[in-house]
């Protein structure tokens, strides 16, 4: 069920620019996944952030996680038009569960 | 929303046979997803299996290993075929109802999968 806000629902930015998503999510978690989703497809994973993590990276992307806060940011760096996507986090908490975030559609402008 | 089930909910198999899990849903669907979870991993997208088409895989994802049935828009199974030690995982198909964001989709019980 649906238990995450993200913002900003829509963003726009040139290419080469950075995009930065953020998420919160209301439940104790074991981790925080992010996915990318292209229209018509399902959800592709891109990183998974552990509870006793506070930031990952993993080539052009950067997780953040404050459990504190219980918030989740993506930072996406130099972004290419290929990047045009939905991206959505998903808390997972320890029995198993997933709870969406919202989404932020993303369009990078070639 | 939608209710969606799942058989077999586990199961314990040898290497080297083959197990078919099938996905029902409460309501019709154009859209089926098939995803794998192992153990404190996140989900992995298998294929997404649409009516009326060939399922389209994944990188690392073959047909010949991962056969697909969608023969109505309420139904799909997924086959693991010849199994090994390394397909141990749990399956789990999910839909999508109304537009394309993650809170319309909705995921199945799972199907637990140990293979010896």
């Known amino acids: 069920s649906q238990q995450g806000e993200e913002d900003p629902q829509a963003l726009s930015i040139q290419e080469g620019e950075n995009a930065t998503m953020n998420c919160s999510y209301k439940t104790s978690i074991n981790n925080l996944q992010w996915y990318r989703q292209n229209s018509g497809r399902g959800l592709v994973h891109l990183i998974l952030i552990r509870s006793n993590e506070r930031e990952k990276h993993s080539g052009r992307l950067r997780v953040t996680l404050d459990t504190s806060k219980k918030s989740s940011s993506l930072l996406i760096t130099a972004s290419r038009a290929a990047d045009t996507a939905s991206y959505f986090c998903a808390a997972q908490n320890t029995g198993n569960q997933f709870y969406f975030g919202t989404g932020t559609s993303l369009t990078v402008i070639p | 929303s939608a209710v969606i089930s799942q058989k077999p909910s586990r199961d314990i198999c040898q290497r080297g046979t083959s197990l078919t899990i099938q996905c029902q849903v409460d309501?019709?669907?154009?859209?089926m997803f098939w995803y794998r979870q192992q153990p404190g991993q996140s989900l992995t997208l298998i294929a997404t299996a649409n009516q009326g088409s060939e399922a389209t895989y994944e990188s690392g994802f073959v047909i010949d290993k991962f056969p697909i049935s969608r023969p109505n828009l309420t139904f799909s199974t997924l086959t693991v075929s010849n199994m090994s030690p390394e397909d141990s995982s749990i399956y789990l198909c999910?839909?999508?109802?109304?537009?394309?964001?993650?809170?319309?989709?909705?995921f199945g019980p799972g199907t637990r999968l140990l293979v010896l």
């Open positions: 999910s839909v999508e109802i109304g537009g394309a964001r993650s809170e319309t989709q909705y």
């Open positions: 309501s019709q669907v154009t859209m």
